[in-house]
């Protein structure tokens, strides 16, 4: 257990240390880091299932204009991990993703305040004509600081955690455990909705219920429909079908 709590700090830390995003951006989503996290705790199959359903919860998730809904990274480990720790079945990673979130977003505010103070510093050195000094100083006290906030309590959380969260779920109410299971229901739908309202369109939305018509009632798998719509996407694109730019005359 020791190996897997100090693999989930690193992968706590790295995922909410922003120059991952020079790598990859996938390691802010729960489809990605709450698989690594499954496999550090050697639960890759209901780890992946949990992530999946913490992903499909936060499919609209977004920080625009300055405001953070949710620390998406943070629930991703956070909620995986406990998942695994607890034994609870994967549907119930949302109720345990969604309060880590919230706790991630004042993380979040914290790392960024305390990094205004090495940028300052960075500034300081790039003055001086020091661009070693300064790009040090933009990557690590911030990575030191992501793994004091986010990686030691993940650490904890793997560590400590199995037997007080078994006993804590084996305490849990049955009547609380089934509302919390319509909550986790209702999350991914949540996050649908969130995400048709994003991008829905009298030209694309026909293909989400197409999509949905093809999984459900023609049990298609997911390579399956993705095939068809990769097809669709090529034949409609060399049609100029999705095309939103306004027709005209073309200019002479």
């Known amino acids: 257990m020791l190996i897997s709590a100090i693999l989930v700090a690193i992968i706590s830390t790295v995922c909410n240390w922003w120059p991952n995003h020079l790598i990859t951006r996938s390691w802010l989503y729960p489809i990605w880091s709450g698989f690594l996290v499954a496999l550090a705790m050697g639960e890759p199959l209901v780890g992946m299932q949990a992530a999946a359903y913490i992903n499909l919860a936060y499919l609209g998730w977004i920080t625009a204009g300055g405001t953070m809904p949710g620390n998406l990274p943070v629930a991703a480990v956070f909620g995986t991990a406990m998942t695994i720790l607890s034994g609870a079945d994967p549907s119930l990673a949302v109720t345990f993703a969604v309060p880590f979130s919230l706790f991630g977003i004042l993380t979040f505010q914290?790392?960024?305040?305390?990094?205004?103070?090495?940028?300052?510093?960075?500034?300081?050195?790039?003055?001086?004509?020091?661009?070693?000094?300064?790009?040090?100083?933009?990557?690590?006290?911030?990575?030191?600081?992501?793994?004091?906030?986010?990686?030691?309590?993940?650490?904890?959380?793997?560590?400590?955690?199995?037997?007080?969260?078994?006993?804590?779920?084996?305490?849990?109410?049955?009547?609380?455990?089934?509302?919390?299971?319509?909550?986790?229901?209702?999350?991914?739908?949540?996050?649908?909705?969130?995400?048709?309202?994003?991008?829905?369109?009298?030209?694309?939305?026909?293909?989400?219920?197409?999509?949905?018509?093809?999984a459900v009632y023609l049990n298609l798998d997911i390579m399956a429909v993705t095939a068809i719509a990769a097809v669709l996407g090529i034949v409609f694109y060399n049609t100029g079908f999705l095309d939103t730019k306004p027709k005209g005359k073309e200019p002479t």
Not at 157 to 179: E, K, R, T
Not at 180 to 197: C, D, F, K, N, Y
């Open 110 to 214: 914290l790392t960024m305040s305390l990094n205004a103070l090495w940028v300052h510093r960075a500034e300081k050195f790039l003055d001086n004509g020091n661009i070693t000094a300064m790009r040090m100083m933009n990557y690590i006290p911030s990575g030191i600081l992501n793994f004091i906030v986010t990686g030691i309590p993940a650490f904890i959380l793997v560590y400590f955690g199995a037997g007080p969260m078994q006993q804590l779920l084996d305490a849990i109410p049955d009547p609380f455990v089934s509302a919390m299971q319509v909550v986790g229901a209702i999350m991914p739908t949540l996050g649908i909705a969130m995400l048709i309202s994003f991008m829905g369109s009298k030209k694309i939305m026909p293909f989400y219920f197409l999509g949905f018509i093809l």
